[in-house]
């Protein structure tokens, strides 16, 4: 343990090092370069000052131009390109891969158990968020609660995972059950059941862990956009006899929105990239596959990086055009402004 500390103490220790030299060692590179000089003329020194100023921006931003090149954007093209290629990546087969996507079984049932995803996750975590974050602010208590709530973003999905795992245990007949949900139902004189190899139940009971993770992101963001609303309008609702439930879904909800939908695309996005809950909790088996968990199989224990590919583009496919209706609402909401 100590050791593993220390090393992660060193890694830091290099990586920090490493950017100071490279920031500072760029810029007296840039200051030596097109430093000014008694023999130039003012034009040309304002020249070489210009010049300088426009380049040291470039200076701070190239590592990341770099890494995002290296580990997002080049991968893409690859992936791409592997997708039109045979298992191993280099005979051309054309579109051979996509016709496969689209007669296999497996893979529509992937496709189908992300469509539930989509429905579900969603619209439960918005909901239940928007809900907490409306009662939150009327209780002496709400902030503790909301942080109680949030407390799962924190946790990563594999460990969200192990967690939940111990809630759906099963141990056979006439074992002590130690699943919360187990004895909660043998405690109510009804036979233990193994839920995670039971069809569709299983899907539902995967779905609850990433509720339960993205409810806390929904609460927090709604609340936010909550607190925005003027006061002068809900106390105007109450002054013409509005009660609590037509203030919350004839002015709250109009009001919020835009922001509603941003944090709807955004768990839709995270739920159409869904992978470590699956693969922690049923590695896809019991019916539960989805495409992100498909397409590991494929490509990282079948070896097939041709089919791989194809549903890493497939799945691509479907996260573009919802990021990019994302931004563009975005936009216009500061344009608006």
């Given at each position: 343990?100590?050791?593993?500390?220390?090393?992660?103490?060193?890694?830091?220790?290099?990586?920090?090092?490493?950017?100071?030299?490279?920031?500072?060692?760029?810029?007296?590179?840039?200051?030596?370069?097109?430093?000014?000089?008694?023999?130039?003329?003012?034009?040309?020194?304002?020249?070489?000052?210009?010049?300088?100023?426009?380049i040291r921006p470039w200076l701070f931003v190239a590592p990341a131009l770099l890494f995002l090149t290296l580990y997002l954007i080049y991968p893409v093209f690859e992936t791409l390109r592997l997708s039109f290629y045979d298992k191993f990546g280099q005979n051309f087969i054309g579109f051979d891969n996509y016709a496969w996507a689209l007669t296999d079984n497996i893979f529509w049932q992937s496709a189908l158990n992300n469509l539930g995803w989509l429905i579900v996750v969603p619209f439960f975590a918005t909901a239940i968020g928007l809900v907490i974050a409306v009662l939150a602010d009327r209780l002496w208590w709400g902030n503790i609660a909301k942080s109680l709530i949030f407390m799962p973003m924190a946790i990563s999905f594999v460990g969200a995972s192990v967690i939940w795992k111990f809630v759906y245990t099963y141990r056979g007949p006439g074992i002590e059950q130690i699943g919360v949900l187990n004895a909660m139902v043998?405690?109510?004189?009804?036979?233990?059941?193994?839920?995670?190899?039971?069809?569709?139940?299983?899907?539902?009971?995967?779905?609850?862990?990433?509720?339960?993770?993205?409810?806390?992101?929904?609460?927090?963001i709604l609340s936010a956009a909550l607190r925005g609303i003027p006061e002068e309008t809900l106390e105007a609702a109450r002054i013409d006899g509005a009660n609590d439930f037509r203030i919350f879904f004839d002015i709250m909800i109009p009001q919020i929105w835009g922001t509603l939908v941003v944090v709807w695309t955004t768990i839709t996005i995270t739920v159409l990239k869904v992978f470590d809950i699956v693969y922690a909790m049923t590695n896809g088996e019991f019916q539960t596959q989805v495409l992100a968990n498909l397409?590991?199989?494929?490509?990282?224990?079948?070896?097939?990086?041709?089919?791989?590919?194809?549903?890493?583009?497939?799945?691509?496919?479907?996260?573009?055009?919802?990021?990019?209706?994302?931004?563009?609402?975005?936009?216009?909401?500061?344009?608006?402004?």
């Open positions: 343990m100590l050791q593993q500390i220390l090393g992660a103490v060193i890694a830091v220790l290099i990586a920090l090092t490493a950017c100071v030299a490279y920031f500072w060692g760029t810029n007296w590179l840039l200051d030596r370069l097109l430093s000014p000089d008694g023999k130039l003329s003012s034009e040309e020194v304002t020249s070489r000052d210009k010049r300088r100023s426009q043998t405690g109510m004189g009804f036979p233990p059941q193994a839920w995670i190899t039971i069809p569709v139940l299983n899907s539902v009971l995967l779905m609850i862990i990433l509720i339960w993770i993205q409810t806390g992101f929904a609460m927090v397409m590991y199989r494929w490509m990282f224990i079948s070896g097939d990086y041709g089919r791989g590919s194809t549903i890493a583009v497939i799945i691509m496919l479907a996260v573009v055009p919802i990021m990019v209706w994302n931004i563009r609402r975005a936009n216009a909401e500061q344009g608006t402004r």
